[in-house]
């Protein structure tokens, strides 16, 4: 079946400028989580949705990114203004549920943010 | 926040060769993850964890879930080029509830020696 689908995979910018990354979840995964990776980083924990709300928005770095989720599926990641620092890749990824044992989250293959 | 610390941030290996890696974080996680990243591509799951002092292998990997709760290592053994690329360990951390969130430590950058 289909995995976790992102786009753009490379989006160039300029400084000041708002962009809209998009996640595609894997079919009947309930959560949703985004990623910062910036290079020869780890994964920087963004915020991450439980059907269409987001019970932890604490990754979020400041207050000009802000994530959405609508039918359960779909999720758009918005940064306004866009500076330099905020270069780097962004990963989206799903997991079946987010409660319980289990927590396989399933990663996309990114898109790599660049900002002039 | 909570933090874990990967170890060795990079290494070469020589084909044939065994490799280690580990995690270690001040906190208890309820299970533990690794996954391997290729450039250009989202982290792959290798082997997950759910039970203290649990080892688990996947073909030549071999992972173990400290008995601490707060440790884990992954091991390769007889190394090929196609294992050269990024390994992340993740945690994952319960808010309450049932509810959690994976942290993912730094990463171990694996390259062929030159």
């Known amino acids: 079946g289909a995995g976790v689908s992102q786009s753009p995979s490379n989006k160039v910018t300029e400084k000041g400028k708002d962009v809209e990354l998009r996640c595609d979840p894997i079919s009947g995964h309930t959560a949703l989580y985004w990623y910062r990776q910036s290079l020869g980083q780890g994964l920087e924990f963004l915020i991450y949705?439980?059907?269409?709300?987001?019970?932890?928005k604490s990754g979020l770095p400041s207050d000009r990114f802000s994530a959405e989720r609508t039918g359960g599926s779909v999720s758009t990641l918005t940064i306004q203004r866009t500076q330099q620092e905020d270069s780097a890749v962004y990963l989206c990824?799903?997991?079946?549920?987010?409660?319980?044992?289990?927590?396989?989250?399933?990663f996309g293959p990114g898109t790599r943010l660049t900002v002039l | 926040g909570q933090q874990l610390n990967q170890s060795p941030q990079s290494m070469f290996i020589q084909e044939g060769e065994d490799v280690s890696m580990n995690c270690t974080s001040s906190s208890i996680f309820n299970t533990w993850l690794w996954y391997k990243q290729d450039p250009g591509e989202g982290p792959v799951l290798l082997i997950a964890?759910?039970?203290?002092?649990e080892l688990t292998s996947n073909g030549r990997l071999t992972a173990q879930f400290g008995i601490t709760r707060k440790d884990s290592f992954l091991n390769i053994s007889a190394s090929i080029p196609i294992d050269v690329g990024i390994y992340f360990c993740a945690g994952l951390l319960y808010y309450g509830g049932s509810q959690g969130n994976l942290i993912f430590g730094k990463g171990t950058k694996l390259s062929v020696k030159p």
């Open positions: 990824a799903s997991s079946l549920f987010a409660a319980g044992a289990v927590n396989e989250q399933f």
């Open positions: 964890l759910y039970k203290a002092g």
């Open positions: 949705f439980q059907g269409n709300s987001a019970p932890d």
